[in-house]
C-alpha cells in the first residue's frame, strides 16, 4: 500500500522560498510516477508539477521558473522547491502518486494515491 505524508508548509511573506516534502512509505519512489498538486479555497485542485518517465520535469504554467520538483529514489522522497513566493501560491499543497503510469502528467485523474496536503499561506 503507497502512503504518501506530506510536510514543510507554512506561513511565508510574498517573495520568500518554502520547500514542501513528500515521504514515500510502502512502495519505492523508483516505481512511482509522481507529481504535486495544490488546490485553493473555493477552486479545483490543479495539477502543478510533474515528473516523466525520463526525470524531466513538466510544470503548469502558472509556476513555471518558480517552482522545481525533485525526486529523490534512494530517500523515496519528493520535493517541490517553491521560490518568489506570490500571494496566489496560497492553497494546500499535495503529493501525488502512481504505479509505473501517467508519469508527467498534471491531469488529477491519473493518480491513485494522495497525501493528506500541507499548507502554504502566502502573505502579502
Known amino acids: 500500500q503507497v502512503q504518501l505524508v506530506e510536510s514543510g508548509g507554512g506561513s511565508v511573506q510574498a517573495g520568500g522560498s518554502l520547500r514542501v516534502s513528500c515521504a514515500v512509505y510502502g512502495y519505492r519512489a523508483i516505481h512511482l510516477c509522481m507529481g504535486w498538486f495544490r488546490q485553493a479555497p473555493g477552486k479545483e485542485r490543479e495539477g502543478v508539477a510533474g515528473?516523466?518517465?525520463?526525470?524531466?520535469?513538466v510544470y503548469a504554467d502558472s509556476v513555471k521558473g518558480r517552482f522545481t520538483i525533485h525526486k529523490d529514489n534512494t530517500k523515496d522522497i519528493l520535493t517541490l522547491q517553491i521560490d518568489t513566493l506570490k500571494p496566489e501560491d496560497t492553497a494546500m499543497y499535495y503529493c501525488?502518486?502512481?504505479?509505473?503510469?501517467?508519469?508527467?502528467?498534471?491531469?488529477?485523474?491519473?493518480?491513485?494515491?494522495w497525501g493528506q496536503g500541507t499548507q502554504v499561506t502566502v502573505s502579502s
Open positions: 501525488a502518486a502512481n504505479k509505473n503510469t501517467g508519469c508527467g502528467s498534471l491531469a488529477r485523474y491519473t493518480y491513485n494515491y
Open positions: 515528473l516523466e518517465s525520463n526525470g524531466s520535469a
